[in-house]
Structures are given as structure tokens and as C-alpha cells.
T-cell receptor, first 114, second 111 residues
Framework: DTGVSQDPRHKITKRGQNVTFRCDPI?????LYWYRQTLGQGPEFLTYFQNEAQLEKSRLLSDRFSAERPKGSFSTLEIQRTEQGDSAMYLC????????????FGPGTRLTVT | QKEVEQDPGPLSVPEGAIVSLNCTYS??????FMWYRQYSRKGPELLMY????GNKEDGRFTAQVDKSSKYISLFIRDSQPSDSATYLC???????????FGTGTRLTVIP
């Protein structure tokens, strides 16, 4: 399968715990994006990378959130001290430099904070 | 006011019907317009991608953009039960790096 993959698919955690999600983009894609989607809403942009550089962060991305893409391939999104409001689907997407606007999404990681 | 407005539905149609899905937007700087299909508990799947005004056809799907009215549409001909999903419109500013999504319209095609 050469699509975007995400791990884990589901995560249940208790409030206050830290969680980390992983995204593996399509192999030739330079850009990687993170979005958050809550029930009944469209995805909302969080941050994006071009290769290993994090070039933009949304105001939605509080200090408790950090994302990395250390070698310009896979990316991780960490949420520290989780809150119930963090419960959502976290989506990763990737695109090539030639087709920046054609973003291809992974299946998402569904986070539930109890 | 949200930058992209989309009627959340739900919308139910009989199999074989023509479906019309719409979005309006407020930012005239949007240049790229996309439609994504999202099945329950899955990630969005890119269906159609258009640049500026005009029509684009791909099989049973036609995307239409009217920049003067800030209005985009997706038409599905001969709808099938497998088309049952949430349809999300998305837009991008030239040179920007994130997509602005509508809330999605949930479509059910009844056999």
C-alpha cells in the first residue's frame, strides 16, 4: 500500500496523560500536514512540514502540542497533558511540491480522552 | 462567519438520482477548489480538484466553480448506494499551505 498511513488508528487515554501519533506520508511527497477533525465538522489545519522543516503552525496548536519530522520522512504529533477537548480524529496528509494543493489523507488516529 | 459554508444535510436520495452538493465561501482569494469524500471513520479521499472558475468532469462526477458568486458545486449522476458518505468541499489560497474545509454534507443513497 503506497498511501498515507497513521498509527495507532485508535487511542484511548486518561486526562493528563501524554500521547504520540505517527504518520508515514506517501514516499515521494515532500510536504506533510496535520489536521484535527471533530464530530460533524470538517478537518482544521494544525501544522505542516516541508521536508524536515516545520513551516507553519495554526493558532489551534497550543503549547501542549508538538510535531516533528526529524528526517523529512515520517512525522510524530505529541499531545502533552491531554484534556477532554483534545478528543478528535487527527488526520495526516501529504502532497508533492509539484501538486501542493492535492493533499492525500491517511485514515486518521481517533483519540478519546476520558 | 466561517470562511467556507456547507449545508450539513443529511441528504437522502433514491438510487439513480442526480445529487447536487454546494458550498459558498467568503474569501475571494481562494483559487483552488476540491471535493473530498469521507466514509465513516475513515480519512477524506480526494475526488475532484479544480483551479479557478469553470467545470470539470470525471465519470459520474462534475465539479463546478463560480468565482463571481463564490459558489462551488459537485454533481453526482446516477447515484449509487456506494456513494453514501460525507462530502467535504475544501479550498486553498494561492501560495498558502493549508486547506479550508466545509463542515461536510452527509449523503445517503437508498437502493
Amino acid at each position: 500500500d503506497t498511501g498515507v498511513s497513521q498509527d495507532p488508528r485508535h487511542k484511548i487515554t486518561k486526562r493528563g496523560q501524554n500521547v504520540t501519533f505517527r504518520c508515514d506520508p506517501i514516499s515521494e511527497h515532500n510536504r506533510l500536514y496535520w489536521y484535527r477533525q471533530t464530530l460533524g465538522q470538517g478537518p482544521e489545519f494544525l501544522t505542516y512540514f516541508q521536508n524536515e522543516a516545520q513551516l507553519e503552525k495554526s493558532r489551534l496548536l497550543s503549547d501542549r502540542f508538538s510535531a516533528e519530522r526529524p528526517k523529512g520522512s515520517f512525522s510524530t504529533l505529541e499531545i502533552q497533558r491531554t484534556e477532554q477537548g483534545d478528543s478528535a480524529m487527527y488526520l495526516c496528509a501529504s502532497s508533492s511540491l509539484a501538486g501542493l494543493d492535492e493533499q492525500y489523507f491517511g485514515p486518521g488516529t481517533r483519540l478519546t480522552v476520558t | 462567519q466561517k470562511e467556507v459554508e456547507q449545508d450539513p444535510g443529511p441528504l437522502s436520495v433514491p438510487e439513480g438520482a442526480i445529487v447536487s452538493l454546494n458550498c459558498t465561501y467568503s474569501n475571494s482569494a481562494f483559487q483552488y477548489f476540491m471535493w473530498y469524500r469521507q466514509y465513516s471513520r475513515k480519512g477524506p479521499e480526494l475526488l475532484m480538484y479544480t483551479y479557478s472558475s469553470g467545470n470539470k468532469e470525471d465519470g459520474r462526477f462534475t465539479a463546478q466553480v463560480d468565482k463571481s458568486s463564490k459558489y462551488i458545486s459537485l454533481f453526482i449522476r446516477d447515484s449509487q448506494p456506494s456513494d453514501s458518505a460525507t462530502y467535504l468541499c475544501a479550498m486553498d489560497l494561492t501560495g498558502a499551505n493549508n486547506l479550508f474545509f466545509g463542515t461536510g454534507t452527509r449523503l445517503t443513497v437508498i437502493p
